[in-house]
């Protein structure tokens, strides 16, 4: 079993930056891939990246490549979400996710979900 909680979202302005923390219970966080999704409100929860278990190899949308970046901290059970450049388009839940086997893209394949932490960006 792992929990996951979210934290760091807020509200930014159109440009700026904003670092999102996910932190994990349990010995068995390195045995999982972790995504980050998000979901605006009236639309479905879209993938915005992923990083492996080791943290060797990293997976983004298209939508926030060059934008954001996805690390892990497996001494710390963490994973973050930096996130510069922000948009307006950009404001949506965003949600941790622990994948243990299968598509990474998908919302189904992932075993554990964290509660979500609202990021607003304003133009």
């Known amino acids: 079993q792992v929990q996951l909680g979210e934290s760091g979202g807020g509200l930014v302005q159109a440009g700026g930056s904003l670092r999102l923390s996910c932190a994990a219970s349990g010995r068995t966080f390195s045995s999982y891939g972790m995504g980050w999704f998000r979901q605006a409100p009236g639309k479905e929860r879209e993938f915005v990246a992923y990083?492996?278990?080791?943290?060797?190899?990293?997976y983004y949308a298209v939508s926030v490549k060059g934008r954001f970046t996805i690390s892990r901290d497996n001494a710390k059970n963490t994973v973050f979400l930096q996130m510069n450049s922000l948009k307006p388009e950009d404001t949506a839940v965003y949600y941790c996710?622990?994948?243990?086997?299968?598509?990474?893209?998908?919302?189904?394949?992932?075993?554990?979900w964290g509660q979500g932490t609202q990021v607003t960006v304003s133009s």
């Open positions: 990083i492996s278990r080791s943290g060797g190899s990293t």
């Open positions: 996710a622990a994948l243990r086997s299968g598509s990474i893209y998908y919302t189904d394949g992932y075993d554990y």
